[in-house]
């Protein structure tokens, strides 16, 4: 959590602000080139996977244009689909912060990417014609990085209700214990290539959750504790000029070089809070 704070705090600036909508944006270009492969007969999506023996012979830009392959062919269901990423990715977003969002989307791409090339190098490495006709023949794509947010934001809301076919109420955690449940048995019966890419998946899930410490202030007895903790803290001594001072418990910089401040925009007023007021104090309206 520290090490978080530190690389926020020096790199915060260069976040990248609704980062969802881009991502967005990415299957949108995605969907048009789908489209216009159909109507042309070209496979223009087919320059675009993650091909790891591809990318050694020289077609450097499918590390990146991967992230253009839509998770599912386009439908109805597709705009829904978007939407509600859209919504979750925001929520998340607001949630955790800009910064620790982008290290979450940006470090599930990266070792999607480090996972298929080392696939392929242990591959030519040991001489397994398995391994090599699959990185040969088959290439990521981002629908195992949007399973990891949904099973992210149910971490952070699990009993929040979504309209299943818009009339049945279903919680988002049994919808992720049943998604968990098919990305297992993916596992399972897939090949190679999809073993890396749903353990990187979940990989990058697990170190995001070891690193985030915040699961813990949605907890009632957590946010108990930090009440009667906040009746014990003393205020800095008179005469001290501080710079941020929370709103909730009256700590300031000076009480820890750790800690975080922030402005809460949904307050009206400017009331800033520490790391651990930051998403369970009431809104000052």
């Known amino acids: 959590?520290?090490?978080?704070?530190?690389?926020?705090?020096?790199?915060g600036r260069?976040?990248?602000?609704?980062?969802?909508?881009?991502?967005?944006l990415c299957y949108v270009i995605g969907y048009a080139l789908m489209m216009i492969s159909r109507v042309t007969g070209i496979n223009l999506l087919s320059y675009l996977y993650l091909?790891?023996?591809?990318?050694?012979?020289?077609?450097?830009?499918?590390?990146?244009?991967?992230v253009l392959i839509p998770p599912s062919e386009f439908s109805i269901f597709t705009i829904i689909m978007l939407l509600f990423y859209y919504?979750?990715?925001?929520?998340?977003?607001?949630?955790?912060?800009?910064?620790?969002?982008?290290?979450?989307?940006?470090?599930?791409?990266?070792?999607?990417?480090?996972?298929?090339?080392?696939?392929?190098?242990i591959g030519l490495l040991l001489g397994l014609k398995g391994v090599l006709w699959i990185a040969e023949t088959s290439?990521?794509?981002?629908?195992?990085?949007?399973?990891?947010?949904?099973?992210?934001?149910?971490?952070?809301?699990?009993?929040?209700?979504?309209?299943?076919?818009?009339?049945?109420?279903?919680k988002i955690s049994w919808m992720a214990i049943l998604d968990v449940i098919l990305l297992g048995f993916s596992f399972i019966t897939g090949?190679?290539?999809?073993?890396?890419?749903?353990?990187?998946?979940?990989?990058?899930?697990?170190?995001?959750?070891?690193?985030?410490?915040?699961?813990?202030?949605?907890?009632?007895?957590?946010?108990k504790r930090r009440k009667a903790y906040q009746k014990q803290v003393q205020p800095p001594k008179k005469g001290t000029v501080t710079r941020h001072k929370c709103a909730v418990c009256g700590r300031t910089e000076l009480d820890g070089?750790?800690?975080?401040f922030r402005f809460c925009t949904k307050c009206n007023g400017n009331y800033e809070y520490?790391?651990?007021h930051m998403f369970t104090h009431e809104h000052v309206k």
Do not use: H
Request: hydrophobic share 50%.
């Open 1 to 11: 959590m520290k090490l978080m704070n530190r690389l926020e705090q020096k790199f």
């Open 14 to 24: 260069y976040a990248i602000s609704n980062l969802s909508l881009y991502i967005i």
């Open 51 to 66: 091909i790891p023996y591809a990318v050694c012979r020289g077609q450097i830009w499918r590390l990146f244009t991967w």
């Open 87 to 121: 919504s979750i990715g925001t929520s998340l977003e607001r949630t955790i912060g800009a910064f620790r969002y982008n290290v979450f989307i940006f470090g599930g791409a990266i070792l999607t990417v480090i996972g298929m090339m080392a696939t392929y190098g």
């Open 139 to 170: 290439g990521a794509t981002t629908y195992y990085l949007c399973m990891s947010i949904f099973l992210l934001y149910a971490l952070f809301y699990p009993n929040m209700q979504v309209l299943l076919y818009f009339v049945i109420p279903v």
């Open 191 to 223: 090949g190679v290539g999809t073993k890396v890419v749903i353990g990187l998946a979940f990989l990058n899930l697990l170190l995001f959750f070891l690193t985030y410490k915040s699961f813990r202030y949605l907890s009632p007895g957590e946010i």
């Open 257 to 260: 070089d750790d800690l975080v």
């Open 274 to 276: 520490c790391q651990d």
